[in-house]
């Protein structure tokens, strides 16, 4: 069955480094992939999409890389700030007459001072 | 502010029961979606509503339905309500639906709690 994995334990870094969050997928072939932001009690905000044919997109202090053959994508947040603590979600779509996004369970970031 | 909102905020229901959840999409947007978030997971596509009609489906059972109306405000309802259903349920706005698969606006969320 189709599935999509992200670092299940929260990750916590350091201000000012560099983090980085995984998102892997199964038995699927996305024409775009996604990466939202949530902060608890709210809905999550979009942030990247990358496409299948593209291998990075960057946005600010934002990275995100798209490896098809290894069925991953990686997020990276450079200088990373108090601030971008938050849930980091990955949501995948794929060519069909509807769209059917299917979001992972996401990772919980959190930066310390 | 996306511009999309939702009501109410929180929710408690009896199993059971019926409920009605309502969503305001971002003006000029023509398409919703609804999703329900379970505590620690992301977000699960229940269907979604393009002018009107549904537009697609995920693996919801008939008893989650929903409306969209001519202003393009959205419903969803659930009814013989399971303690399962309890969750965080978003909407999220589209201009249209082919751009729903890359921007949507989601809306605060209503969270029900089914006791």
């Known amino acids: 069955s189709q599935k999509i994995e992200q670092n299940s334990e929260a990750l916590n870094i350091q201000e000012g480094k560099t983090a980085t969050l995984t998102c892997n997928y199964t038995?699927?072939?996305?024409?775009?992939l996604q990466w939202y932001r949530q902060d608890p009690g709210r809905g999550p905000v979009f942030l990247l999409l990358i496409r299948e044919n593209e291998k990075e997109k960057r946005k600010e202090r934002l990275k995100v890389t798209f490896d098809t053959t290894l069925k991953q994508s990686l997020f990276h947040i450079t200088a990373s700030q108090p601030a971008d603590s938050a849930t980091y979600l990955c949501?995948?779509?794929?060519?069909?007459?509807?769209?059917?996004?299917?979001f992972g369970s996401g990772t919980r970031l959190s930066i310390r001072p | 502010e996306t511009g999309v909102t939702q009501s109410p905020t929180h929710l408690i229901k009896t199993r059971g029961q019926q409920v009605t959840l309502r969503c305001s999409s971002q003006s000029g947007h023509n398409t919703v979606s609804w999703y329900q978030q379970a505590l620690g997971q992301g977000p699960q596509f229940i269907f979604q509503y393009y002018r009107e009609e549904e537009n697609g489906r995920g693996n919801f059972p008939p008893r989650f339905s929903g409306l969209q109306f001519p202003n393009y405000s959205s419903e969803l309802n659930v009814n013989a309500l399971e303690l399962d259903d309890s969750a965080l349920y978003l909407c999220?706005?589209?201009?249209?639906?082919?751009?729903?698969?890359?921007?949507?606006?989601f809306g605060p969320g209503t969270r029900l709690t089914v006791t």
């Open positions: 038995n699927y072939s996305p024409a775009y």
């Open positions: 949501a995948l779509d794929r060519y069909s007459s509807a769209s059917k996004i299917i």
């Open positions: 999220a706005s589209s201009p249209d639906r082919d751009r729903a698969r890359y921007e949507q606006y």
